[in-house]
C-alpha cells in the first residue's frame, strides 16, 4: 500500500510527512488495473518520533510518496522496508506522474531529503 501525506483539504500535497494533517492510502487492486484511495486524519501529527513510528508501523505501509523529508526520517523508514519517492512536480495527490518520482536512498539521500540537522556543519 502507498501512502501520501496530505494537507486539510484532502487532495493536496503536504510539505511534511510526519506532520500532515492526513494521510491518503492507495489501495492497489492487484485484479484490476486501478486503485482506491482513503484519507484518514493523522492522528499523530504531533507526537514525538517513537510514537509516531509505532503507529506508522500498523499501517502496512510499503512505498510513501513525499514532498520533503528529513535524513533521520528517511532512514527510519528505508529500515522498515519502507519505498520513499519525492514527488518533483505534483501539487495533489490525483496528478502525480510515475515519470516525475525519485526513489530516495541511502546513496541520494543527503542531496535530497532537505528536512533536519544533517547540513548543519560543526564549528
Not at 492507495?26 to 517513537?50: A, C, F, M, R, W
Not at 510518496?65 to 505534483?90: I, P, S
Not at 539521500?109 to 564549528?123: D, I, M, Q, T
Request: net charge negative.
Amino acid at each position: 500500500m502507498t501512502l501520501i501525506p496530505v494537507e486539510e483539504d484532502k487532495k493536496t500535497i503536504a510539505h511534511r510527512f510526519r506532520k500532515a494533517h492526513s494521510f491518503a492510502f492507495l489501495y492497489k487492486d492487484k485484479t484490476l488495473d486501478e486503485g482506491q484511495i482513503i484519507v484518514q486524519e493523522n492522528p499523530h501529527k504531533t507526537s514525538k518520533s517513537p510514537e509516531f513510528f509505532e503507529y506508522f508501523k500498523t499501517l502496512n505501509v510499503d512505498t510513501l510518496y513525499v514532498k520533503e523529508l528529513g535524513y533521520k526520517t528517511l532512514l527510519t523508514l528505508l529500515e522498515m522496508e519502507v519505498e520513499v519517492f519525492l514527488l518533483q512536480e505534483a501539487d495533489t495527490w490525483n496528478k502525480i506522474k510515475p515519470n516525475s518520482l525519485l526513489l530516495l536512498d541511502k546513496e541520494n539521500a543527503k542531496e535530497h531529503c532537505s528536512l533536519g540537522h544533517h547540513r548543519k556543519e560543526s564549528n
